[in-house]
Nanobody
């Protein structure tokens, strides 16, 4: 059973930066190779923000965050560096891991089966 714990959320003004961390434990490099960040704003569906293949280190970013957000990994922690934040980036951010090996991690929720509790990010204008 993969266990994920997020940290680093908070409140920031537009244009500011935050870094989210996702501590991943009890995972396998092959079967749980995809780790992703998702967000959900009030009244909206959960959407994929970025994902990383922790064995190949390939990454994917949603068009809405390209050039502003960067996903990375260091040992057992996956980070989401968020720069130039906008009010529309507000939401609950969750990290997730796959339960089966994926050849392309992507940003589809259905590719991810283990989820953390989430960290709130609030961006004020």
């Amino acid at each position: 059973q993969v266990h994920l714990v997020e940290s680093g959320g908070g409140s920031v003004q537009a244009g500011g930066s935050l870094r989210l961390s996702c501590a991943v434990s009890s995972y396998g490099y092959y079967s749980n190779n995809c780790v992703g960040w998702f967000r959900q704003a009030p009244g909206k569906e959960r959407e994929g923000v970025a994902s990383i293949d922790i064995s190949a280190l390939s990454t994917n970013h949603a068009d809405s965050v390209k050039g502003r957000f960067t996903i990375s990994k260091d040992k057992n922690t996956v980070f989401l560096q968020m720069n130039s934040l906008k009010p529309e980036d507000t939401g609950m951010y969750s990290c997730a891991a796959s339960s089966q090996h994926q050849y392309f991690c992507g940003l589809e929720r259905t590719n991810f089966d283990y989820w953390g509790q989430g960290a709130q990010v609030t961006v004020s204008s």
